[in-house]
């Protein structure tokens, strides 16, 4: 590797260790004037929005059904937490294994066909998953399981308390974003670039693209469900919101807002939409329409998303 090459390397490191210490300081000090519940919100949708991002930006491999592993990790986590009385870190272990499980069975078969064959496949074995989350009896039905106990975190730190749930929801954030960093910057994410980028040059060169996909959409699922985990203890509920198809439509709308193939993107664009949802709420049934408008608005004006935008404007990658 020649001497320019090293320093851009280590120059694009910085740029992201900067941004990354921002970020933390930023939700580490939000508490003190935004509420926690709202600050809770973003940062599983960020999970979730980094997890799509995975798959999308560094795989691209659209998506149209990621809701089923927010929304059955969700459902796992609330019967585990209420019905088993298991502690919070095992109730999201639980539901993190259940989600990655169910993404192994859908990436199996969808990996099959590529580009919007894919996103169909996606989208009709979600809509299944939403069908028996409907009508299964342990679900709930339309009124999902209430009342979820937060419990004890390692049978020490009570969760019912908001700030302590606030810092484990944060602990659980901060370690999905650094491993989807770990895992980009990896080897293998090299490898999932390659793919994306011309997948008959990677073939030729002797790798398996195939399985190289299902692994990027069985971890994709997996940090999905953490999500979808951490998100039925913060409002203690488990609702057929997170496993409807527009769940789906929210998730790739975030990505592509804060920028598809960066690192920080999503986490920008799940605060700008659930900013839009929590301070438009008083609008009722427009609160969609002005979503659009934005939405119209950045892929005008900002088509590389907001961090994308601002890694062009600074040149540096984010």
């Known amino acids: 590797m020649s001497n320019s090459a090293i320093a851009s390397a280590s120059s694009s490191s910085k740029t992201h260790w900067i941004a990354f210490a921002i970020m933390v300081l930023v939700f580490a000090i939000a508490p003190i004037w935004l509420y926690p519940i709202f600050l809770m919100k973003v940062m599983c949708f960020a999970l979730f929005a980094c997890a799509f991002n995975l798959l999308l930006g560094f795989g691209g491999l659209l998506s149209f059904g990621h809701a089923m592993f927010l929304g059955t990790a969700g459902y796992a986590s609330a019967h585990a937490a209420k019905v088993w009385g298991l ?22 078969l969808a990996i099959r066909r590529q580009g919007i ?18 009508q299964a009896p342990f679900t709930g039905g339309e009124d999902g399981i209430q009342g979820v106990p937060r419990g004890h975190l390692f049978g020490l730190f009570d969760l019912s308390d908001n700030m302590s749930m606030y810092m484990f929801v944060f602990a659980i954030f901060i370690a999905g974003f650094l491993f989807i960093w770990r895992v980009i910057h990896s080897p293998f994410g090299q490898i999932l670039k390659a793919i994306r980028e011309n997948q008959d040059r990677a073939t030729s060169l002797g790798y398996d693209t195939d399985k190289f996909k299902l692994m990027a959409f069985v971890i994709s699922g997996a940090i999905a469900g953490t999500a979808g985990a951490t998100k039925s203890l913060v409002f203690q509920l488990a609702s057929l919101t997170d496993v409807h198809w527009s769940m789906s439509g929210e998730v790739v ?24 949802q929590n301070y438009f709420a008083q609008f009722g049934a427009w609160v969609t329409i002005m979503q659009g408008v934005i939405f119209v608005i950045c892929v005008l004006a900002f088509r590389r998303g907001i961090i994308g935008e601002i890694a062009n404007w600074i040149k540096k990658p984010l």
């Open 253 to 276: 709308l975030m990505t592509l807002v804060g920028g598809m193939g960066t690192l920080f993107g999503p986490v920008a664009g799940a605060a700008v939409i659930v900013s839009m």
């Open 117 to 134: 064959y894919f996103a169909m496949i996606t989208l009709a074995l979600a809509q299944m998953i939403f069908f028996f989350a409907l």
């Open 87 to 108: 502690t919070p870190e095992l109730a999201v272990l639980f539901a993190t294994l259940c989600s990655m499980v169910l993404a192994y069975v859908v990436g199996s």
